[in-house]
């Protein structure tokens, strides 16, 4: 079974506006972290955003925020004002586990965003 | 800082052929790891390790051995390439942490600029 589905393989946003990417996840471990990370088409991973199972708040990180719903194991992507340098794959991913078990991660297939002008 | 350096960028086998990818990180991380990422798959894990002399496989470790004999190096040794092992190959580390769902949990994979692999 999947732990991360990414159900959007690609997306559409107009400059400007604010898109959402959805990412929801299965795991029993009541202790779990889960990232964004982007893509750019020059290949390298860039980190974006960080949540923890224990967080109350959702996290925020410049425009970028995840829409952390527990009970519904989603943890959704949130980019505000888009910008053209955010078109980039993104992906979902999920460490899982009472410890960071050697910074293992699960990724979901990912988003490829695309932002018209 | 250099971060994660992974060479070649770049590599053509042929079936058959053994190659070693090397990755070496200079932030002192205690976690270093290897995934391969192919269309429409994310990434996945290939082997993972937790300090020098440690190493534990993935979710897709056939074909692939690892060794790390020292904290900064997690070279990926392809035994006999296959076809099936054409992917772009991502070595990444990290520090070791604490809980995964805390705010101590958020130890950020460091990724390499990736290496692609093609094996005729």
């Known amino acids: 079974a999947q732990k991360i589905t990414q159900t959007q393989p690609g997306m559409f946003v107009q400059e400007k506006e604010a898109v959402t990417l959805d990412c929801t996840y299965d795991t029993s471990d009541p202790s779990y972290g889960l990232f964004w990370y982007k893509q750019p088409s020059s290949g390298e991973m860039i980190f974006l955003i960080y949540q923890g199972s224990y967080d109350q708040q959702n996290a925020t990180e410049g425009r970028y925020s995840l829409n952390f719903q527990k009970a519904r194991k989603s943890a959704n992507l949130v980019i505000s004002a888009s910008q053209l340098g955010d078109s980039a794959m993104y992906f979902c991913a999920m460490r899982e586990g009472f410890y960071n078990q050697g910074g293992k991660l699960i990724f979901g297939q990912g988003t490829e965003l695309s932002v018209k002008p | 800082n250099a971060g994660v350096t992974q060479t070649p960028k770049f590599q053509v086998l042929k079936t058959g052929q053994s190659m070693t990818l090397q990755c070496a990180q200079d932030m002192n991380h205690e976690y270093m790891s290897w995934y391969r990422q192919d269309p429409g798959m994310g990434l996945r894990l290939i082997h993972y390790?937790?300090?020098?002399?440690?190493?534990d496989q993935g979710e897709v470790p056939n074909g692939y051995n690892v060794s790390r004999s020292t904290t900064e190096d997690f070279p990926l040794r392809l035994l006999s390439a296959a076809p099936s092992q054409t992917s772009v190959y991502f070595c990444?580390?990290?520090?070791?942490?604490?809980?995964?769902?805390?705010?101590?949990?958020?130890?950020?994979?460091?990724f390499g600029a990736g290496s692609r692999l093609t094996v005729l």
């Open positions: 990444a580390s990290s520090y070791r942490g604490g809980l995964a769902g805390g705010s101590s949990g958020a130890n950020v994979l460091t």
């Open positions: 390790s937790v300090g020098a002399g440690i190493t």
